[in-house]
């Protein structure tokens, strides 16, 4: 639609991993967010392929040389979290988006720092509240990421897997009424 615009979201890794894992990496790509991530962590991403999130949505953004050296900063204080990780904290704090990430250290950072952040479980239950998927369709994604050994928090992942698994289908009307 000529003149939407999309709120900015910088992706990490873990994300990506978990919905390719779940068989709905490209259901993420119909969230109504702009995807971006550091051009870095696009050109070395394997699994899924770099080229196909290209393809499906997600836009690479280079970093500044002020940005990189900010990096490094913060890489000589925050030992737990990677290059990559903290390049797209910066690039998620200066496009005023929010960070999808599931890296536990990179949530304490990025909150510390005051940006938005959010995880695999959020952009699941996004997705079911916006009929990109049906309960049972992000139920048996996030089994399969439980299988694969995401390391998703286990009391919510249950909690979730229950609730969708008891969801009736849209549209059918509810037993006695």
Same mark, same amino acid.
């Given at each position: ?10 992706? @990490?890794?873990?994300? =990506?991993? @978990? ?7 490209? +259901?993420?790509? *119909? ?22 999130? &290209? $393809?499906? %949505? ?6 500044? %040389?002020?940005? !990189?050296?900010? &990096? ?8 737990? #979290?990677?290059?990559? @990780?903290?390049?797209?904290?910066? =690039?998620? $704090? @200066?496009? *005023? ?13 990025? #909150? +510390?720092?005051? !940006?938005? !952040? ?9 997705? #079911? *509240?916006?009929?990109?998927?049906? /309960?049972?369709?992000? &139920? ?11 390391? =998703?928090? /286990? ?19 509810? &037993? %006695?009424?």
């Amino acid at each position: 639609m000529p003149g939407l615009s999309l709120p900015p979201a910088v992706v @990490d890794t873990t994300i =990506l991993i @978990d919905m390719h894992v779940g068989g709905l990496l490209r +259901e993420f790509f *119909r969230l109504p967010l702009r995807l971006f991530t550091a051009d870095v962590l696009l050109a070395e991403l394997q699994e899924p392929a770099g080229d196909l999130v &290209a $393809r499906l %949505g997600l836009e690479s953004a280079e970093l500044s %040389g002020a940005q !990189v050296a900010e &990096a490094i900063g913060i890489l000589g204080r925050q030992r737990q #979290v990677s290059a990559n @990780d903290v390049f797209t904290l910066i =690039l998620a $704090r @200066d496009r *005023r988006g929010i960070l999808l990430t599931g890296d536990r250290h990179l949530v304490r950072l990025s #909150v +510390e720092m005051g !940006v938005e !952040v959010h995880g695999t479980l959020w952009l699941l239950d996004e997705m #079911v *509240r916006q009929s990109i998927v049906t /309960p049972v369709q992000a &139920a048996q994604g996030l089994e399969k990421m439980c299988r694969r050994g995401s390391r =998703l928090p /286990p009391a919510e992942c249950q909690t979730r897997l229950q609730r969708w698994r008891l969801e009736p289908p849209a549209g059918s009307e509810p &037993a %006695g009424g």
